[in-house]
């Protein structure tokens, strides 16, 4: 797959998340229950930010979207942020026994993500 055709999947995958986001903002405000807001600020940010910036990145430099890093930034990461908000949300509604997933997976997106910094420092070339 290109660089061109994964950031196209970025942008897709980033309004989905933004569509989660804005859908749990809306129910916290209408119920007034605000405890989830980190689960919200998550999807946010890992979601609809950090994928739209994948996605405006490979789109600029589409050697950034390419080679087995590349691949192993979208999987690893797509995999292990929605597990993430699963984990995080259990645990904002008081299962502490699922911590260490948490914190697994944590570190699982931070791999994904200094995968993702590679690739820009070696191969976004003007």
Known sequence: MSGSARSTIWFRLAVIYFAVA??????MGASGDHHLMPV???LNLLGWVSMTL???ITHRFPAVGE???A???FWVYNLSVPVMM??????MNGMVAIEPLLGLTSGITWLAVMAFVIQVLTKAKS
């Open 86 to 91: 699963v984990a995080l949300t259990l645990r």
């Open 40 to 42: 919200h600020a998550h």
């Open 22 to 27: 804005v859908t749990l903002g809306v129910g």
């Open 67 to 69: 080679g087995k890093l």
């Open 71 to 73: 691949l192993f930034h």
């Open 54 to 56: 994948f996605g405006l």
